[in-house]
Structure formats: C-alpha cells, structure tokens
C-alpha cells in the first residue's frame, strides 16, 4: 500500500518533516487555545482577568503568530526549492497516463536500446530519476507518495518529476486525479533495484519474446496471433506491434495485471482476458469470453511465459 | 482634508505603499531579466537578481521602521492631548499598519529570496 509516512526517498522524507512539523505544532497550538479558551468561559473572573490584558493580546496574538509563521516560512520555502531538483545523470523515464493504465518508456541511453513496459516502473536505488509525464486522453496525475509529490498528467503537455529511491523495496504509485469509472483501479508499481539488477533487468527487457518451446504455450502463441491480440498489443520479436495498448513482451515479468488489480499468474491472466468488463468495466480492451477453457489455459499460459 | 491629516494619511499607509514598492521591484527585475535569460547576469561580481531583492528589501524595510517610529512619536503627542480621539486612532493604526508591514516586507523578502527566480 502507497504511503506517504514511509518516505523512501530526500523529497518524500522533507515533505513529511514538514508534514509532522506542521500537524504537531497546529495540533498542540489547538490544545492550548482550547484549553484557553474554556479557562476564559470556566475560570472565576479574578483568576481569569489576564487572559484580557493588553500584555496577553499582543504577546498571544500578535508576536507568537509572527514568530511562529517566521519560523516555518522559511522552512516550507527551503522545502520546496530543494523538492523536484533536476540532477545531472538522471535516468530518463517517460510515462503515460491513459484510461486506465501507465506506458511507461525507458528512451534509449547511450548503448542501450529503448523498450517500453506497463503499469510498473524499475528503477536503481541511489541514481536520480527524470520522469516526464504526459497522458494520452483525459488529465490523470502521477503519485509516488514514498517517493515525493505528485504531478499532473496532461493531453499535449509534458510535466517533469524528479526524484530518486534511496533503499530497495517495491513501493505503489496511483492516479491522484479523477479521470473516469476505473480511476481507483489505476495503480502501479515502483521497483527499487540495485544498480546490477537494475542493469541484468534492463538488459532482459530490452530483449525481443523468445519462442515458447512446449506445445501448450505455441498454442497460445497461435491463438495470440489469429485472434488479433496483436492489433493493439505488441510483442516484440513477432508480428504482433500493436500499440494501443501495453507492450506484453515481457508481460510474464510484471508482478501485476490490470494496473495493480492482481497478482500476475496464469489463473489472473485467464481471467482477465475471459471477463475484462467484469473485473474493470469501461477498460478498453474486450472480454474474450468466448474461448474455451484449453484456449483459455494456453493463451494465458503463453503470456505467462513472456518473462 | 487638511494638510496636516493628508500626512497622518500617509503616515498611516507608509508601510503598504512601501510595501508595494518592494513587491513591483522584486517580481519587475525579476521577471524581466528572467523573460530576457539573463536570471544569472551580474553587476561587480553580485546577482543582480539576489542584490535587487536584497537592496529592495532593506530600503523599504528602513523606510517602513521609520514610518513606525514616527507613528509611535505622533501617538504619544497625541496621547497628551486631552480631546484629540481621531488623531490617537490614526496614529494608533498607524503604529499597527506599519508594525505589520515591517514583518510582511520580511517575509516577502526571504520567499523572494529563497526561491529559484525563474522557477
């Protein structure tokens, strides 16, 4: 579960420093002005006479707001200069915002090649990441709460995010702007890795599908391809290049289908294709209810294989 | 309005119209060289745009505290004259207005400060 109490990384953790300044301060602030305040009905007039005085008004109510206020303009002030910094040697990342799911794309970096996934985001521990959001229908926004603030994800325009995981984990990202029916079903997932496995990780993805070798799954791959499935997915390293939606190279890798809806497994998988509009209704791909259960078996068997 | 409430006026509003003139300094230097590119130029090896809101601030901030000081002055000559109620109430405010704004040109000053200038 996102959580912005846990930060994993320097944005997130100052935003929430400040968080928990500003909460216990405004909280015990509260307690004393209540505790005032019934002291004023409560109190015998004699006893309570000081809370009126001119000395009580303008060291309460005048300096203790200013000093107050002086003290945490310029904090929150250094808060957000040094939030969302642009760091040289940044790892690119460009994702996507669509209903109801995240391209994500790694460009190409010096002598590595660009490849594209889904619904999850890899990155090293300790590189500084750029992340440029944009969003292919209706406005959706970006949040890593672990990670720092969010973004917003627009038609046309291209908003930056920077920031950079500072331990290993695997932490969720979600939609943080209303954009349609499955709005609460958009969720991804942020793998911090060590830099080797970041690299071993990105070396594999940029690798094309490998032909299944068991019969089953060369079904599935059959079935894949004369049932259109290609048409709007892509498979690297086979006809299929469709790009309206997620790149299922390495489907079988993702930890998670449907934008963190389930664990990835050949029985999720069956199900998702069998009844999309009734696990996400409104997403856009179809139900294939019609398949037989052994269809069923070897075409999500086959994806299952995509790793 | 007689000569003499046209300043207690004035007087009353130092603070806010040196307020104002801090604020068009700040964001009109800072803006313009900013639209221009030229946020990093420097004039005898300082920023200019860090030695404008400095020397911005520190004017208007002298200015306001002497405003401040003399509506303290004005309000204890008022306050030995027997029947001068509206004098005391203007010299009074005039005291809070500027008070007030001697911590908001601060503020402002610091935000400016702080803050990437063409961010």
């Not at chain 1, 809370?51 to 303009?73: D, E, H, K, N, Q």
């Not at chain 1, 521990?125 to 440029?132: L, Q």
């Not at chain 2, 309005?1 to 003139?21: D, E, F, K, N, Y």
């Not at chain 2, 030995?80 to 509206?86: I, Q, Y």
Request: charged share 15%.
């Amino acid at each position: 579960m996102q959580s912005a109490l846990d930060p994993a990384g320097g944005d997130a953790s100052r935003i929430y420093w400040l968080t928990m300044t500003m909460t216990v301060g405004g909280i015990l602030i509260f307690l004393s002005v209540t505790s005032l305040l019934l002291y004023a009905i409560f109190a015998p007039p004699e006893r309570r006479a000081w809370l009126g005085s001119r000395r009580t008004i303008i060291y309460g109510g005048l300096a203790f707001p200013i000093i107050t206020l002086s003290a945490l303009l310029p904090y929150g002030l250094i808060v957000m200069r040094d939030s969302d910094v642009p760091k040289a040697g940044a790892l690119p990342i460009e994702v996507i915002g669509e209903q109801y799911w995240w391209r994500v794309r790694y460009p190409a970096d010096g002598d590595r090649v660009a490849f594209s996934t889904a619904n999850e985001i890899i990155v090293p521990v300790g590189r500084p990441i750029a992340v440029s959001v944009t969003a292919a229908d209706v406005i959706h926004s970006f949040w890593i709460p672990n990670f720092g603030g969010k973004i917003d994800m627009i038609p046309g325009r291209i908003n930056r995010l920077n920031f950079t995981a500072e331990r290993p984990g695997i932490y969720r990202g979600v939609c943080a702007e209303f954009c349609g029916d499955q709005h609460a079903r958009m969720a991804f997932d942020v793998i911090a890795l060590e830099p080797a496995a970041f690299e071993t990780w990105r070396t594999e993805q940029a690798k094309p599908a490998q032909d299944p070798e068991v019969p089953l799954l060369a079904r599935g791959r059959e079935l894949f391809r004369a049932g259109g499935c290609g048409s709007c997915h892509a498979v690297r390293g086979t006809e299929a290049n469709g790009q309206f939606g997620p790149d299922l190279t390495h489907v079988g890798s993702r930890r998670t289908i449907g934008a963190g809806q389930f664990p990835n497994n050949i029985g999720t998988l069956a199900g998702w294709i069998a009844n999309t509009q009734h696990i996400k209704p409104g997403v856009r791909m179809p139900s294939y209810g019609s398949l037989t259960g052994e269809d069923l078996r070897a075409l999500a068997g086959y994806l299952e294989s995509l790793r | 309005m007689s000569g003499r409430r046209t300043g207690q006026v004035l007087l009353m509003l130092a603070g806010l119209i040196a307020w104002a003139v801090q604020f068009t300094v700040i964001y009109g230097v800072t803006s313009t060289l900013c639209g221009r590119g030229w946020a990093d130029a420097t004039l005898f090896g300082f920023g200019i745009v860090p030695a404008t809101i400095v020397s911005a601030t520190l004017i208007t901030f002298a200015a306001t505290a002497v405003a401040v000081i003399w509506s303290i002055k004005s309000h204890r000559q008022n306050a030995k004259r027997p029947a001068a109620t509206t004098d005391g109430f203007m010299s009074h405010v005039a005291i809070l207005i500027n008070g007030l704004s001697l911590v908001v040109i601060l503020w402002h000053g610091i935000s400016a400060l702080i803050l990437p200038a063409c961010a």
